[in-house]
């Protein structure tokens, strides 16, 4: 699976290098296998923004991206639409996908987080809950928009994000990038067409085995 990652984040037009980000040895002999670059980390991080930034305090570049080892079905294009906004406006900080709900049982399932932004396309909030709340649907549904786990950061907000201590609601829902807006760390997010896949459960690995097989054989 890690090696389906690596590959697809080295084909992304935006990303001029890929680091497998580790404390495993297994994952670390795996991607050498391959002829990956890994790079050992600490044990101690709680989540992978730590771990990350480990990283990125030796690389010298402005923008870093965070890709899931989890995500073994990410297409290039949506770490290129990650990246685009740093380009298009210096002021931005942190950037994220997102995309609409169209299986009515995401909402209801934990393992997908959600996402509401404001007029200009920022998060306001991440949950595992269903949000927003429809309390009258005779009002109209608002749209309802799933989160894709990708990041990208400015590498100097990276690193004092990661210096930060975790916060109550980043414990309460288990997203780490509730840590970002709990500290006034805006983040841009941008609608994407292109699906991603989280291996959460062993249901999913079994799922994932199967498209990748069709895509494979096709």
Not at 45 to 72: I, K, M, Y
Not at 150 to 176: D, H, I, Q
Request: with cysteine; charged share 25%.
């Amino acid at each position: 699976m890690i090696e389906h990652v690596y590959r697809r984040a080295a084909a992304s037009a935006a990303v001029s290098q890929v680091i497998v980000a580790t404390d495993d040895s297994r994952i670390a002999t795996r991607v050498r296998a391959f002829g990956g670059t890994v790079q050992m980390t600490r044990s101690t991080h709680e989540t992978g923004t730590d771990r990350l930034a480990e990283v990125a305090a030796a690389l010298d570049c402005d923008v870093v991206v965070n890709v899931q080892g989890d995500e073994p079905l990410i297409d290039p294009r949506a770490i290129d639409e990650l990246v685009a906004p740093f380009a298009a406006d210096p002021s931005v900080q942190m950037t994220t996908l997102y995309r609409r709900i169209r299986d009515a049982a995401d909402l209801t399932n934990p393992n997908v987080a959600k996402i509401v932004l404001d007029r200009g396309g920022f998060a306001l909030y991440f949950s595992r809950a269903p949000i927003p709340h429809i309390r009258d649907p005779r009002g109209g549904w608002p749209p309802l928009y799933r989160h894709i786990g990708l990041y990208g950061y400015r590498r100097s907000v990276l690193m004092v994000l990661a210096a930060l201590e975790p916060t109550p609601l980043e414990r309460a829902e288990s997203l780490e990038q509730l840590r970002a807006l709990e500290h006034g760390i805006r983040i841009k997010a941008v609608e994407t067409v292109h699906d991603s896949f989280e291996v959460n459960t062993p249901e999913d690995l079994e799922q994932v085995r199967r498209l990748l097989a069709v895509t494979t054989s096709s």
